[in-house]
């Protein structure tokens, strides 16, 4: 069975700190992706990591594929209240035909 | 915003009686699914669709059915339903395989009392 292990489960941090979100597995993905979810609505996809060892950086948000292509990380610069909510890490399943997600970890970032 | 609708949004129904969640795109997106987001487990999928009248399950899909009649429209049902089916539902869509982007609906409040 596919299983991805997210850590933290809980953050809470002061505006300006810097974050890293964890994202584990003991199975090869071809790619992992990346949401973010706030109350009451839906997750909404940030990126996609395809290659191995590969780094991609959304504004604030440095998101790194591991060389392995097991793990993925999740680092947040600076953080602002904006970034509260939700992120799951999620993978295809091994038919491809769906995604398989984390549990996800809480971010709050108070001012 | 992904041209996805759910219906209802929210609904409160009794143990033992039928659901029927209604999932809607303007998309023409060729996969559709159905996750459920509880505490604890995050979204577990359900069912899925990858065509009309193809479907398959997922990891959780026991006490849930669902049926795709048409691209658009794809329904969840919960035959009987238990307390245990208390959550709230997404409805997802993509326009290919796994590895293309999912966008998911606004999510189907459900409490079973």
């Known amino acids: 069975t596919q299983l991805l292990e997210q850590s933290p489960q809980f953050l809470s941090i002061q505006e300006g700190e810097n974050l890293t979100v964890y994202c584990n597995s003991s199975?090869?993905?071809?790619?992992l992706q990346w949401y973010r979810q706030e109350p009451g609505e839906g997750p909404v996809l940030l990126v996609t990591?395809?290659?191995?060892?590969e780094v991609k950086k959304l504004k604030r948000l440095t998101f790194q594929f591991g060389d392995a292509r097991k793990d993925s990380s999740l680092h947040i610069t600076a953080a602002q209240p904006g970034d509260t909510g939700l992120y799951l890490c999620?993978?295809?399943?091994?038919?491809?035909?769906?995604?398989?997600f984390g549990k996800g970890t809480t971010l709050s970032v108070s001012s | 915003d992904a041209g996805i609708t759910q219906s209802p949004r929210h609904k409160v129904t009794e143990t033992g009686t039928p659901v029927t969640l209604r999932c809607h795109q303007t998309?023409?997106?060729?996969?559709m699914y159905w996750y459920r987001q509880d505490p604890g487990h995050g979204l577990r999928l359900i069912h899925y669709?990858?065509?009309?009248?193809?479907?398959d399950k997922g990891e959780v899909s026991d006490g849930y059915s669902v049926s795709r009649s048409k691209t658009e429209d794809f329904l969840l049902t919960l035959e009987s339903a238990t307390s245990s089916q208390t959550s709230v539902y997404f409805c997802?869509?993509?326009?290919?395989?796994?590895?293309?982007?999912?966008?998911f609906g606004e999510g189907s409040w459900l409490t079973v009392v």
């Open positions: 997802a869509i993509s326009g290919g395989r796994s590895g293309n982007t999912i966008y």
């Open positions: 990591v395809v290659t191995g060892g």
């Open positions: 999620a993978g295809s399943n091994q038919a491809g035909t769906a995604l398989i």
């Open positions: 998309e023409n997106h060729r996969y």
């Open positions: 669709s990858y065509g009309v009248k193809d479907t």
């Open positions: 199975s090869v993905f071809s790619s």
